[in-house]
Structure formats: structure tokens, C-alpha cells
């Protein structure tokens, strides 16, 4: 009998055990679900929906290296797709057109036009809640405040980088209805690099909308700078020889692609594109032809580093402070099977 | 002039395949001819008031016709990039190409289409007497329009845009950087709201 009892209290404690270890499972199971609980993050996700789905048309400055520009965006939406149109209001009537099929960048005075394929998913990136759980382990997401702009009430949200191989950023978002008003990209000290705010903004309805279609006045006069068709946009088998060894942490390869270099016949740039969720950069690899020794390049946030390598050019790429694309071009070695 | 304005109406109202390249080709070639020729199409669809809502120009898919038809003119891949001069013609021809074979009335909506623009002050006003009639009407509705599809074809503005900092400043590295930045606005998911598409917009064609 007491053998029995002894028994039986050892499988009691077998199944308790048992419980806690399914308890404690179940617990680990539960925390690696990606479930957004943070009202930052419900924002960011907010946003980037809505910046894909509603239909609206603005003015907007542009800041950028002590400079100020004045933009229009139209962005518009219907069963056939995304339609968006951006128009620089000084200077040049620099302009940006993209629909599900084509990326049109005209400049009028000096012109020059553009016609390159475009890819479906590439107006207002999606934020995927897989991506914006990742987040957290590379920034930190906080709710710092409320603002208005363009007299509409937004909620501020604070994107901070846990190290020195991304920028900062700031979002003003919409109450109402989500709509980034305003973004600020931050450098490691917290200086804003580049800044746009909306200064007028009309939402609509349905995309039944005039303005979008008007007509650049393009003539035969113009100069088409670089033109994707045929080859040159078909994408080839990337050669997954090139290996990088120097991403930092939290960037994952999004796409690789291969295609023929406009104006040739045998020559192929491939491009990798990497993003943090937030952040992203690309490289691009080429045969070289002219350059002999690396340099390094800038526009507002966006960094480049050009790297000679085996008779190849290698450039890294992005929004992305210029330590990173550094780090990225020169860990890049072609490995053959 | 009374000739050149029987070629314009030919093309506007009554053509028929057989003699619209001879008119569009003398419609390519002189821009005044150009401009005249948007000019009636605005003023008869304001006097009649069918101005379309929503104007569905296809713009991209007439650029890429256009490149296209031009395409057979040049060896293979050449046509890539920096389209030569020699194939200007062809191409604007090619751009006009597509009206030709359309009912008269669809016909005419795309012409007015490819030759409209927002109309500036300077075009507004005419010689041709028709212009008086409508023309607060038409400045109306040319002030409705984006304003940067209002710049004059002549008009060479200092551009204010986005530059590189170079510590290589050949021309060659310059060209390379644009076709990236683009390349990688484009294929990257970056979640930095506008201001990917702004910088794109905001940079020099340098």
C-alpha cells in the first residue's frame, strides 16, 4: 500500500512537472507570436495602411541639407491599382510619376525623362506586423506627444535606433485617419537630415479624381536619360556568388536581381536590397570600366560608398548614416562554388 | 495661313488616313503649329463645355509606344539610353502614330489630350479672336491644373534640387548614383514615409 501511495504521489509530481514545462511552452510559444500591443506600433501600422489606401492630394515641404523645397503629392487608389503623382513646386518642375506599371521622373527644363518599370508594392512601403515586431530589438518605438498640422490633429511618434548604423525618425500621424503629416529622418546626435511636412492636404472620397492625369508637356525635344525595356528590365538569374559578410544586425536580404545594363549588350548590374523594416540600403554590382580607387557620396541622408573590387564596381547604397554602406561595401567578396 | 488652318481642321474634324501624316508631320515640326492646334481643341470643348472631368491621359504607355515603335530604327539595346537625335523624328512621329487609325470624335479627344497643356498666360492670349471670347473661361480652368505641368516649353528654370556630394565628381559616377537612387527608391521597402519619393522628385537630372 505505502509502495502504491509512493506511486502514485510520483506521478502526481511527474504530471505537475509535465503541466509547468507545457505551462511555460505554451507561455514561449505565446511570446514569440508577433502580436503588436504597443500603441506606437498600432500607429506605425495605422500609418503605413493608410498611406496605401486613401485617396488624397497635398502640398507638402521637402527639407534637406539647410534646403526647402515646396512639393504636391496626389495619390490615388481604385480597383485598378495605386496611381501617385509628385511634382516639385520650386525651381525645376521636377516630377515623379508612378502607377503599377511604369516610375516616370521628368524634368522639364532640362529635358530629360525617365521611364522605368515599376514595381507594384512601392508607393507607401507596407509595414508587415512580422517586421514591425523585429523593430523593437533595433529601436525603440514611443509615443512622445500630440501636435497639429496642416490643421489636423496628429499623434507623434518617436522611432529611436539602439546603435549607430540607422538614422532616427519621427512621425506625425493623423488621428483621424492615420496619414503621415509629417517625418523627420534623425542623425545619431538627433539632427533632423531631412524633413517633410504637409502644409495643405484634401482627402476624397473615390479616386474619380482630375488632377492626377493632367499632361507634362513632353515633345521631342526631350532626352530620355535611361529607359528599362526589353532585357534591360527583364530580371536574370542573380549570381549568388557575391556573398556580404558586414550587414549590420536586423537587416534582412528582401530581393536580389539581376538585369541587363541599359545601352549594352552583355553587361548585367545585379542589385540586393536589404532593409531593417525601417531602413534600407542596396548594392549594386557591376563590371567596372573606368573608376580605379572607392568614393564616397551624399545627398541629404542618402549615402553611397563605390568600391573597386576584381574588376568589378560595388556600391552600397542608402537612407543609411555613410559608416553602414561603408561597412556593407567593403565586407563584399565573390565566393564561387 | 488660311491653308495651314484647312490642314489643322482636316486633322481636328474630317481626316482621313490617307492624309493625316502629311498634316501631323507639319504639326510635328512646328510647335506654334502645336500649340494652335490645343488652343481650338480647348476652346471648342470649353465653348461646348466638355471639358472632361478626369482627363485619362495613358501618359506612360504613350512614352513607352512611343520608344517602342521607335525601336525597330536602332540595333538592338541601343535604344536604352540617350536617344539619339536621329531618332527624335521618328519617334515624335511615332507618338502622334496612334491617333491615326481612331473614330474622328475619340481621335480628336487624344489629340486634344497629347497637345494640351495647362495654358500659360502667353498662350492664352492669341490672334485668333476665338481666344477673347472664352478666355477668362479658360484661364479658369487653366489655373485648376497642377502647376508644375505649367512650365513653358522654352522655359529654362535654375534648378534648386538635390545634389550629390561627390568625392568623385566624374559625370560617369554622377549618372551611376542617380540610376541607383532610383533603382533603389523603387525596389526598397524603406518605412520613411515621404520621404524616399520627395528626394526622387527633389534631386537634380544633373
Redesign the interface.
Same mark, same amino acid.
Given at each position: 500500500m505505502r509502495s502504491s501511495n509512493l506511486t502514485l504521489r510520483s506521478i502526481s509530481a511527474q504530471r505537475k512537472v509535465v503541466a509547468r514545462m507545457l505551462g511555460a511552452m505554451l507561455l514561449s510559444t505565446l511570446a514569440s507570436v508577433p502580436v503588436i500591443a504597443d500603441p506606437a506600433m498600432d500607429w +506605425?501600422q495605422k500609418m503605413?495602411d493608410a498611406?496605401r489606401n486613401l485617396n488624397y492630394q497635398g502640398n507638402?515641404v521637402?527639407m534637406?541639407?539647410n534646403?526647402l523645397?515646396g512639393?504636391? %503629392?496626389?495619390h490615388f487608389k481604385d480597383g485598378q491599382g495605386e496611381k501617385?503623382?509628385?511634382?516639385?513646386?520650386?525651381?525645376? @518642375?521636377?516630377? +515623379?510619376?508612378r502607377?503599377n #506599371?511604369?516610375?516616370?521622373?521628368i524634368? /522639364?527644363?532640362?529635358r530629360?525623362?525617365?521611364?522605368?518599370v515599376?514595381?507594384t508594392?512601392?508607393f507607401?512601403?507596407?509595414?508587415i506586423p512580422e517586421a514591425i515586431a523585429r523593430l523593437e530589438k533595433f529601436y525603440q518605438l514611443k509615443l512622445v506627444g500630440k501636435d497639429r498640422i496642416a490643421n489636423m490633429n496628429t499623434v507623434i511618434v518617436h522611432i529611436d535606433p539602439r546603435d549607430q548604423y540607422r538614422y532616427g525618425?519621427k512621425?506625425w500621424i493623423n488621428e483621424d485617419n492615420g496619414l503621415?503629416m509629417k517625418?523627420s529622418?534623425l542623425d545619431e546626435n538627433g539632427e533632423i537630415i531631412?524633413?517633410?511636412m504637409f502644409t495643405s492636404l484634401e482627402f476624397f472620397e473615390d479616386a474619380? $479624381? /482630375?488632377?492626377i492625369?493632367?499632361?507634362?508637356? %513632353?515633345?521631342?525635344?526631350f532626352?530620355?536619360?535611361?529607359? *528599362?525595356?526589353g532585357?534591360?528590365s527583364k530580371a536574370f538569374d542573380a549570381d549568388h556568388a557575391w556573398q556580404l559578410s558586414g550587414m549590420p544586425g536586423g537587416f534582412w536580404r528582401?530581393?536580389m =536581381?539581376r538585369r541587363?545594363?541599359?545601352?549594352?549588350?552583355d553587361q548585367f548590374v545585379q542589385?540586393m536590397?536589404y532593409?531593417d523594416?525601417?531602413?534600407?540600403?542596396?548594392v549594386?554590382i557591376e563590371k567596372n570600366s573606368?573608376?580605379t580607387?572607392d568614393?564616397?557620396?551624399?545627398?541629404?541622408?542618402?549615402n553611397?560608398f563605390?568600391r573597386v573590387y576584381n574588376g568589378h =564596381?560595388i556600391?552600397a547604397?542608402?537612407?543609411v548614416p555613410a559608416l553602414t554602406v561603408k561597412q556593407v561595401a567593403e565586407s563584399v567578396t565573390y565566393q564561387p562554388q | 495661313m488660311k491653308q495651314q488652318d484647312e490642314k489643322l481642321s482636316l486633322l481636328l474634324d474630317d481626316y482621313s488616313d490617307d492624309n493625316v501624316d502629311a498634316v501631323l508631320d507639319e504639326v %510635328?515640326a512646328d510647335?506654334n503649329l502645336?500649340y494652335r492646334v490645343r488652343r481650338y481643341r480647348m476652346i471648342g470643348e470649353v465653348i461646348r463645355n466638355e471639358l /472632361?472631368? @478626369?482627363?485619362?491621359?495613358g501618359?506612360?504607355?504613350q512614352?513607352?509606344a512611343k520608344?517602342?515603335q521607335a #525601336?525597330p530604327a536602332a540595333p538592338?539595346?541601343?535604344?536604352?539610353?540617350?536617344?539619339t537625335p536621329s531618332a527624335?523624328?521618328l519617334?515624335?512621329r511615332a507618338?502622334f502614330r496612334p491617333f491615326a487609325g481612331l473614330a474622328v470624335a475619340a481621335s480628336v479627344a487624344l489629340v486634344t489630350?497629347?497637345l494640351?497643356? /495647362?495654358l500659360q498666360p502667353q498662350t492664352a492670349v492669341t490672334d485668333d479672336g476665338l481666344v477673347s471670347a472664352d478666355e477668362q473661361k479658360i484661364q479658369q480652368l487653366a489655373g485648376?491644373?497642377? @502647376?508644375?505641368?505649367?512650365?513653358?516649353?522654352s522655359?529654362?528654370? #535654375?534648378?534648386?534640387?538635390?545634389?550629390? $556630394?561627390?568625392?568623385?565628381e566624374?559625370p560617369?559616377?554622377q549618372q $551611376?548614383?542617380?540610376?541607383?537612387?532610383?533603382? *533603389?527608391?523603387?525596389?526598397?521597402?524603406?518605412?520613411?514615409?515621404?520621404?524616399?519619393?520627395?528626394?526622387?522628385?527633389?534631386?537634380?537630372?544633373q
Open positions: +506605425v503605413s498611406m507638402f521637402y534637406h541639407n534646403g523645397e512639393m504636391q %503629392i496626389s501617385e503623382r509628385l511634382i516639385s513646386l520650386n525651381g525645376e @518642375a521636377r516630377e +515623379v510619376i502607377d #506599371q511604369n516610375l516616370t521622373c524634368w /522639364p527644363s532640362s530629360k525623362v525617365i521611364v522605368d515599376s514595381r508594392n512601392s507607401s512601403p507596407i509595414f525618425l512621425f503621415m517625418s529622418l531631412e524633413e517633410v474619380d $479624381k /482630375p488632377l492625369d493632367t499632361m507634362p508637356p %513632353i515633345d521631342d525635344n532626352t530620355l536619360v535611361r529607359y *528599362h525595356s532585357d534591360s528582401e530581393s =536581381l541587363k545594363i541599359p545601352d549594352s549588350s542589385q536590397v532593409t523594416g525601417l531602413a534600407s540600403l542596396s549594386f573606368s573608376l580607387e568614393s564616397v557620396s551624399s545627398m541629404g541622408a542618402v553611397a563605390m =564596381l556600391t547604397i542608402g537612407e | %510635328i510647335v502645336q /472632361p472631368a @478626369a482627363i485619362d491621359t501618359f506612360h504607355q512614352v513607352m520608344i517602342e #525601336q538592338a539595346g541601343s535604344r536604352a539610353a540617350n536617344v527624335v523624328p519617334m515624335a507618338w489630350v497629347a494640351w497643356q /495647362p485648376q491644373q497642377i @502647376a508644375g505641368g505649367a512650365v513653358p516649353a522655359t529654362r528654370v #535654375q534648378s534648386e534640387g538635390m545634389r550629390w $556630394k561627390l568625392e568623385n566624374s560617369m559616377v $551611376k548614383l542617380n540610376a541607383y537612387l532610383v533603382n *533603389h527608391t523603387e525596389y526598397s521597402n524603406s518605412m520613411q514615409g515621404l520621404i524616399p519619393q520627395a528626394r526622387v522628385a527633389g534631386f537634380d537630372a
